[in-house]
């Protein structure tokens, strides 16, 4: 398939976009589709969770009262995280810390506001953290699932070159710069006198990969042994995935001084704990039943 004159295609697959619009302007205001997307995300990862609290008898409206919290706690947590691995970017303009519109979120630090505030509500509300942890974590999935899309209309969060199945072809001149690795550079496909890279559509694995750990947990929440497992799952399922998918990638927040992926190394930590958490938690209930 030729894709000259298309802004973002997937060749192999047969689907091409000629002009890709990453927002739209409502009475002269610019609202980006990252942002649409990302609320979306939420507002859908609150009706899940509150889908799963009237399953298990608990009051919904507690995860909405829960959210308005939360979301901020979020977002605050994942700027936070984005700004502290990117400090030369701000040091010397930190007025553009405020910048949201610039873009520059990461979804651990939005995971670590999410847990904090949580932590928090529910000691103020006199709830379980770890009950609601395991309703909540539900609808955090399927907000990250949702959410990775905005990634695709600001054409970010893509890997190295690939041509694989699923490989993305998009025009050089539409991605920051300074996400185009050399490895991209020294396989530059040019069609008519424009410039493509083609590369691992991260974005895509990564909202697939939690699509297939949302399915796994939906059936598995009904077998749940003891309060707090869902969580652990999830953070052995997404560490999992992460770990992989992080490699992948030409826009890596880096470990201050040892050059290792910051997400690669917390994915592998929080897997890894979660594991031996569950492993440990199964053993003890065993035993208690025999």
């Given amino acids: 398939m030729t894709t000259s004159g298309v802004d973002i295609s997937f060749p192999h ?6 002009h890709l619009q990453n927002s739209i302007t409502i009475f002269g205001f610019r ?17 899940l969770a ?31 995280y984005y700004v502290i691995f990117e400090w030369d970017a701000y040091k010397n303009d930190l007025l553009q810390i405020l910048n949201l519109r610039a873009g520059g979120l990461a979804i651990y630090g ?28 539900l609808g955090l999935v399927l907000g990250q699932i949702i959410g990775r899309w905005g990634n695709f209309f600001n054409c970010e969060a893509f890997g190295g070159y690939t041509d694989g199945l699923l490989a993305m072809r998009i025009r050089r001149s539409l991605p920051n710069p300074s996400m185009i690795s050399q490895e991209l550079i020294d ?4 069609e008519q006198g424009v410039e493509y890279i083609q590369v691992h559509p991260t974005f895509l694995y990564e909202s697939l990969w939690n699509l297939c750990l949302l399915i796994f947990m939906l059936w598995y929440r009904k077998r749940k042994k003891f309060d ?12 999992i995935g992460r770990c992989w998918i992080e490699g992948l990638r030409t826009d890596q927040l880096l470990l ?22 569950l492993l440990w938690k199964r053993r003890k209930m065993g035993q208690l039943m025999r």
């Fill in 50 to 80: 509150q889908k799963d609290a009237k399953r298990r008898g608990q009051d919904p409206e507690l995860y909405l009262d829960y959210a308005l919290y939360g979301i901020i706690c979020a977002i605050i947590g994942a700027r936070t």
């Fill in 228 to 239: 707090g497992e869902m969580v652990l799952l999830y953070f052995i399922g997404y560490g």
């Fill in 187 to 190: 396989h530059i496909i040019i």
């Fill in 110 to 137: 939005g995971v670590i506001g999410a847990v904090l505030s949580l932590i928090i509500f529910a000691w103020h509300r006199k709830q379980s953290f770890v009950s609601m942890a395991d309703t909540g974590v």
């Fill in 256 to 277: 201050f001084g040892t050059g290792l992926p910051v997400s690669q190394c917390l994915s592998v930590a929080l897997a890894a704990s979660s594991a031996c958490i």
């Fill in 13 to 18: 697959l047969g689907i091409a976009i000629r």
């Fill in 31 to 47: 609202i980006a589709f990252y942002g649409i997307i990302i609320g979306c995300g939420m507002l859908a990862g609150i009706w």
